[in-house]
């Protein structure tokens, strides 16, 4: 069964999760795209 990855607050609930078998969070519902600048844009002003 595929499960939905929690909502963690803390760093504590995260280190708990990934000491599990992660195999089950597997899966495209889990993703979604994120777009990263890696050059500066140019300044308008």
Sequence with gaps: MK???????TD???EKLLE????????KDNFKPV???F???DKLY
């Design 3 to 9: 499960k939905i990855l929690p909502k963690m607050k």
């Design 12 to 14: 504590e609930e995260a």
């Design 20 to 27: 599990q078998d992660l195999s089950e969070y597997l899966h």
């Design 35 to 37: 777009r990263f600048q």
């Design 39 to 41: 050059k500066p844009k």
